[in-house]
């Protein structure tokens, strides 16, 4: 049993169980194993993820990447909290390969996080290995540790934002933004 499992079946005995029941004989590694997978963000690397997907373009209109749906885990509660992810950006000189703007996403929802955090790493990332003229992130979420527990409200929803570049100092670039994902 590795240290987290054991960990794992330490919690589950704190919790009342008992854990020689069938049911949760396998529950530490497959908890261990879960939990490895969801936190497997930080053992991921920006530039392994977006592998050379980085190509020459012309293009210097905005593309807008809409609704990407990642899994994070709040750093407050370890509870998760479930959303979407809009990805907005000014090319200048090159584009990304759709499918990493997706894997970057994952890259950093797959962490213990606030929300806030988490949007200003994905706008990042992207100026990052883009070299963009501007970049604007906007994820909208639900989270678990507002509707399981605490004042337990079911339809509320946090959006943050954050805008750099020409998505910050531009009022028309950001409103086009906006339309684009239907905000
Ligand atoms: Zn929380």
Redesign the pocket.
């Known amino acids: 049993m590795s240290n987290l499992e054991s960990l794992y079946q330490q919690v589950l005995a704190e919790l009342g169980e008992n854990v020689e029941r069938e049911g949760l004989l396998d529950t530490p590694k497959r908890a261990a194993k879960a939990m490895q997978f969801l936190t497997s963000g930080y053992t991921t690397d920006l530039h392994e993820v977006v592998n050379n997907a980085v190509f020459t373009s012309d293009n210097d209109e905005m593309v807008v990447v809409q609704g990407i749906e990642f899994y994070s885990l709040?750093e407050?509660?370890m509870?998760p909290f479930i959303g979407r992810c809009h990805i907005g950006y000014l090319p200048s000189g090159k584009v990304l390969g759709l499918s990493k703007f997706a894997r970057i996403v994952d890259m950093f929802g797959r962490r213990l996080q606030i929300q806030e955090n988490m949007t200003k790493q994905i706008a990042e990332a992207v100026e990052e290995v883009t070299g963009c003229r501007g970049v604007g992130v906007i994820v909208e979420a639900q989270?678990m540790?507002m509707m399981m527990r605490g004042v337990q409200k079911q339809n509320s929803m946090m959006r943050t934002s954050v805008m750099k570049g020409d998505f910050r100092s531009n009022a028309a670039t950001r409103d086009e933004f906006m339309r684009l994902i239907g905000l």
């Open positions: 709040c407050h509660h509870l989270h540790c």
